[in-house]
């Protein structure tokens, strides 16, 4: 609720006491000047009466009116913070939809070779080399249409990553947010219109993946240096393992929930998106970015992650 707001609401709610006060100075002066004796003293006590009990309750309100501000302002933060993790989640999908299986080497210390684009292979940089990169970090939030349909074209999604490439888990849980009174009614009106557009694209993009069964085809591209360990019944472990040539070790980079029985070699097939589609869905992914730019510009981009016990930003 904005400040005007505010203070034309407790304006309303302190008229009639105020009325009350005005007519109680307005009888006692009349009482003064022109009544004696004990009619006198009897009506100059009702008039204090008027005058003094509205005072009771004007300075009442404004003391559970300065109480309720700060509940509404701890209220609001916690609404907001809650708004921004799911955000930040939603960042964290849309990353993996712009990267595919080169997420997990978008860090320094790992070069991708793609010279033979059907055999591409993950090279890691040894302690000399590595000081010798700049460190260069992306931001989703700074795509533009064409560096997001350029990341689609390019993206390359192991059979691993499909059951994840979804965002119908966000897309419920800002439904369930925006459905939540307590948090909806204390975000004010510019928020809530950023966060309506939000759910709104957000749930365009996940409608499209759901109604598309072929928006991720097939390749013949092969990934080398990665294998599949099975962590137990239904959970399985995506490692690197450059091989024995390497002196680097073995690493886990994602563990995810797999198909039962599912065999390891699907598991590492490589799919790419389908050119058919290539257009409308980075048009999608760019409007869920814009949403999420919007709301960064009017909210504070940096959150507590509760799950995780840390101070986030997205």
């Known amino acids: 609720m904005s400040l005007g707001s505010r203070l034309a609401r407790s304006s309303l709610k302190l008229l009639p006491k105020l009325l009350v006060v005005l007519v109680g100075i307005g009888l006692y002066f009349l009482i003064t000047t022109y009544l004696e004796g004990d009619l006198k003293s009897?009506?100059?006590?009702?008039?204090?009466?008027?005058i003094s009990i509205p005072f009771i309750f004007i300075?009442?309100?404004?003391?559970?009116?300065k109480?309720?501000?700060?509940?509404?302002?701890?209220?609001?933060?916690f609404a907001q913070n809650q708004m921004?993790?799911?955000i930040a989640s939603i960042k964290e999908k849309l990353e993996t939809f712009t990267q595919g299986a080169f997420c997990y080497f978008d860090r320094p210390g790992y070069v991708v070779n793609d010279d033979d684009i059907e055999n591409i292979r993950i090279e890691t940089?040894?302690?000399e080399l590595l000081a010798d990169v700049d460190e260069w970090e992306h931001d989703l939030l700074d795509f533009e249409l064409a560096n997001t349909f350029e990341a689609i074209v390019d993206a390359r999604y192991l059979g691993f990553q499909l059951r994840d490439l979804s965002v119908e888990e966000e897309s419920n849980d800002f439904q369930a947010l925006l459905v939540n009174s307590f948090i909806m009614d204390r975000l004010d009106d510019d928020k809530t219109r950023v966060i309506i557009h939000l759910v709104q694209t957000v749930k365009m993009?996940?409608?499209f993946l759901s109604l598309h069964h072929d928006v991720f085809v097939r390749s013949s591209i092969r990934i080398h240096g990665l294998q599949i360990d099975e962590v137990s019944a239904g959970l399985a472990a995506l490692v690197?393992?450059?091989g024995d040539d390497s002196e680097t070790e073995s690493e886990v980079l994602d563990i995810a929930l797999v198909d039962p029985g599912q065999k390891h070699e699907e598991l590492l097939k490589v799919f790419v998106v389908n050119p058919d589609y290539y257009t409308v869905l980075s048009d999608h992914i760019n409007d869920v970015i814009e949403a999420m730019r919007q709301w960064k510009m009017s909210a504070d981009p940096v959150y507590l992650d509760y799950e995780a016990g840390r101070v986030s930003g997205f």
Do not use: M
């Open 42 to 50: 009897l009506l100059v006590g009702i008039s204090s009466t008027l």
């Open 67 to 77: 109480a309720h501000r700060k509940l509404n302002s701890s209220a609001y933060e």
């Open 59 to 65: 300075f009442y309100e404004i003391w559970q009116e």
């Open 240 to 242: 690197l393992n450059p």
């Open 205 to 207: 993009l996940q409608s």
């Open 84 to 86: 921004t993790a799911n």
């Open 125 to 127: 940089l040894d302690a």
